[in-house]
């Protein structure tokens, strides 16, 4: 069964300091790959995804992440974290176009000042 | 609306009561989702419609959990005989279709069961 593994349920970083937050997913065939962001008592928001093409991917608010086959990962990374980025992130799989959305258990980050 | 909207934003219930959630996707969406979000739990697949295929149910957590789509627009998930630990977030999103796409999701249904 397909599934995505977020390592650490709770990020704490300095402002200015890089971001990264871990996303694993299982699978040997390439899939479609996403991260949300959730602000808190706001919805969730598209933040960036990964469908073919270029590996790296860059999203808003000073986001990206890269898809790497080989180690089945999908991490996003911000080089220096801002104050507005706390909030809670989830990495999100789907295997095939017509293919269910799954997500991970999500990250909480916290920005320190 | 432009967005997902989703009724009632609140609801609070006795154990063994039933209730219904409702989902209007954005219009012109054919793919629309149920998701439950507990604290610490992430977001928990419930069901997915996909156009006019038969929906993918594999997220059902107990069969007191239904959910049907109307005229490939509006959606509502029913619980029937709710538990204390039925208390959750469930959200809905609606999605052009293809897995490649983005999901919009609606600010999600509180539900409590006394």
């Known amino acids: 069964a397909q599934s995505v593994t977020q390592l650490g349920s709770h990020v704490s970083v300095s402002e200015g300091a890089l971001v990264l937050l871990r996303c694993n997913y299982s699978?040997?065939?390439?899939?479609?790959l996403f991260w949300y962001v959730q602000y808190p008592n706001q919805g969730l928001q598209l933040l960036l995804k990964y469908t073919t093409g270029a590996t790296l991917v860059k999203g808003i608010n000073g986001f990206e992440a890269e898809f790497k086959k080989s180690e089945t990962s999908f991490h996003l990374t911000k080089p220096s974290a801002h104050m507005s980025d706390a909030a809670e992130y989830f990495c999100a799989v789907a295997y095939n176009q017509g293919g269910k959305l799954i997500f991970g258990q999500g990250t909480e980050l916290s920005v320190k000042p | 609306g432009a967005g997902v909207s989703q009724s009632p934003s609140n609801k609070v219930t006795e154990k063994g009561k039933d209730v219904e959630l409702r989902c209007d996707p954005i219009?012109?969406?054919?793919?629309l989702y149920w998701y439950r979000q507990s604290l610490g739990q992430g977001l928990e697949f419930l069901i997915y419609f996909q156009g006019n295929s038969a929906p993918d149910k594999s997220g059902l957590p107990s069969d007191r959990f239904s959910a049907e789509r109307t005229g490939g627009s509006v959606s509502t998930l029913t619980i029937q005989r709710t538990q204390q630990e039925d208390s959750a977030v469930y959200l809905c999103a609606s999605s052009p279709g293809l897995a490649g796409r983005e999901l919009f999701f609606g600010e999600g249904s509180r539900l409590t069961v006394l």
């Open positions: 699978s040997s065939v390439p899939p479609y």
């Open positions: 219009s012109g969406h054919t793919a």
